[in-house]
């Protein structure tokens, strides 16, 4: 099983990222998909989690109107587009099928 990140980068607060997540080693379309991130000194949180097979979507109150989670089952990925971006969203970004994490992604939203 592995999960790749990739997408971050430095961006001023009010822009976008879109951050991939590219899978392989399991049954990629039975597996709900979520977004974590991890600031420093902070404990890891949910970001976003889009269910399998029902697309139910989690989403955290502090990034709800601005993040957004798909999938592309075709390339066996999930992203995570987002916008208007805060200082207070600089983490480590992490997606994970639940049983597995990937080796992460630095945002840092600083003007």
């Known amino acids: 099983v592995q999960l790749v990140e990739s997408g971050g980068g430095l961006v001023q607060p009010g822009g976008s990222l879109r951050l991939s997540c590219a899978a392989s080693g399991f049954t990629f379309s039975a597996y709900g998909m979520s977004w974590y991130r991890q600031a420093p000194g902070k404990e890891r949180e949910l970001v976003i989690g889009l269910s399998s097979p029902d697309g139910t979507i989690t989403i955290a109150e502090s990034v709800k109107g601005r993040f957004t989670i798909s999938r592309d089952n075709s390339k066996n990925t999930v992203y995570l587009q987002m916008n208007i971006l805060k200082p207070e969203d600089t983490a480590v970004y992490y997606c994970?099928?639940?049983?597995?994490w990937g080796q992460g992604t630095q945002v840092t939203v600083s003007p």
């Open positions: 994970s099928n639940g049983f597995q």
